[in-house]
């Protein structure tokens, strides 16, 4: 393993805590991007650098399951994905999911991972129940009282269809940065009055946290 060849002591888990990451997430590692071999706080991070270079074709989203290789924020020591650092022995997130490599500090969200939807969500587990015949999650107040579509979480619905049949003007052609409340990812999309989609999980429960390059819109 990679790091700094400065022995660095034992440390509690908890140290640190809530003291580094980024704006998405606290937490006590950085990631080794594998698609361009960089290093960045977070997946968002990542794609949020990566979709703003002058090339589009460099352009391209960080797959967070390929993520192999940490650098924990306390020590500097690069190594495999892990919750505890190999070398000073911290928590790099008192939250850890090794299926999406996704760590995170902030456990008063309630993340926990969906092993049916393949993702990390918060709310927490005991709030949360997946149906088998949607292939989606919700609430626990809805168990027998919603309204069920089989494999709805596969399909398109027509507000689907319209608002990718709905052409927005070339003024309200933009990009803009939305925060899942479904999932609680970040990710960049193509801005519609009808509605914004996230990109990892398809929901509509979204809102926006960055105001678009050159426009001064209010909506």
Known sequence: MAGDSVI?????KDFGRLDHGCDHYKRRCKILAPCCNKTFPCRHCHNETSNSLSN????????RQDVKQVICSI???QQEVAQVCSHCGVNMGEYFCDICKFYDDDITKGQFHCNDRGICRVGGRDKFFHCEKCGSCYMVDLRDNHFCVENSMKSYCPICFEIDATRMPAEY?????????DCN???????????????KCNSYNTRRVTEPANHCHTY
């Open 185 to 199: 990812s970040t990710s960049t999309v193509q801005f519609h009055v009808l509605g914004l989609k996230c990109r």
């Open 173 to 181: 052609q933009f990009e803009v940065s939305i925060l899942c409340n």
């Open 8 to 12: 660095s002591p034992q440390r509690s």
């Open 75 to 77: 020590c500097n020591t």
């Open 56 to 63: 589009p074709k460099d352009h391209h989203d960080l797959v």
